[in-house]
């Protein structure tokens, strides 16, 4: 499995900014480089969804409620995948989640511990 490691969320006001940064601590460059990867959120009761997706070749896909605000981005020597979110919203609270998606874009990986954003009003 890939052993996805989230960090970077936090307690922030709104307006601020937040980067979040996604490792895949066990796969290896050649199985890293060409996943789908995206990020989701989750908050309790609700099921988790996408909201930033990114392709081999850096083509992005922004859910509309995080379009404009969201930033989604990697680094494949770093097996790495970022999300900078800038303008949060208290909206935005939830527990944010890396995956890499098969081609029927389900998650392809277990889900990590995930990394708490709290948007204070």
């Known amino acids: 499995q890939a052993h996805l490691v989230e960090s970077g969320g936090g307690l922030v006001q709104a307006g601020g900014s937040l980067r979040l940064s996604c490792t895949a601590t066990r796969l290896i460059f050649s199985v890293f480089s060409p996943d789908l990867w995206g990020w989701y959120r989750q908050t309790p009761g609700k099921e988790r969804e996408l909201v930033a997706s990114?392709?081999?070749?850096?083509?992005?896909n922004y859910a509309d409620s995080v379009k404009g605000r969201f930033t989604i981005s990697r680094n494949n020597s770093r097996k790495t995948v970022y999300l900078q979110m800038s303008d949060l919203k208290p909206e935005d609270t939830a527990t944010y989640y890396c995956?890499?998606?098969?081609?029927?874009?389900?998650?392809?990986?277990?889900w990590g511990q995930g990394t708490q954003v709290t948007v204070s009003s």
């Open positions: 995956n890499a998606l098969t081609a029927a874009k389900q998650p392809k990986y277990t």
């Open positions: 990114i392709g081999t070749t850096t083509a992005t």
